[in-house]
């Protein structure tokens, strides 16, 4: 099963994965962009949505930015085995839904 970035729960998704000290960091960058009126993070879920919305290149960092999720052109959210070292955590990946590449 394929995630795509405009799904409602790919963010569930994503923090499934990560956990909630992902949702935590996540919290405040939107609470600082909230403040401050820009996005401080491309790699933010928020930020790398933006980036995909104008044809860049689009990367979500996980917890600690060592995981990445890239965003395909046609909107396709991949986990990289390339950026994680442990394999239960690229499986459980898979398991959520994820295409791993």
């Known amino acids: 099963m394929t995630v795509f ?10 923090a499934k994965v990560e956990g909630p000290l992902w949702v935590r960091d996540e919290a405040h960058y939107m609470g600082l962009a909230a403040e401050t009126g820009r996005l401080l993070s491309n790699y933010s879920f928020a930020g790398a949505i933006l980036q995909w919305h104008y044809n860049e ?7 600690g930015g060592f995981h990445r999720y890239f965003i395909r052109e046609d909107g396709r959210v991949v986990f990289s085995k390339h950026h994680c070292s442990d394999p239960k955590r690229e ?4 398991e959520v839904g994820f295409d791993v590449e």
């Open 91 to 94: 499986a459980f990946a898979a």
């Open 57 to 63: 290149t689009a990367v979500i960092y996980g917890l």
């Open 5 to 14: 970035i405009h799904e409602r729960d790919c963010y569930g998704k994503i």
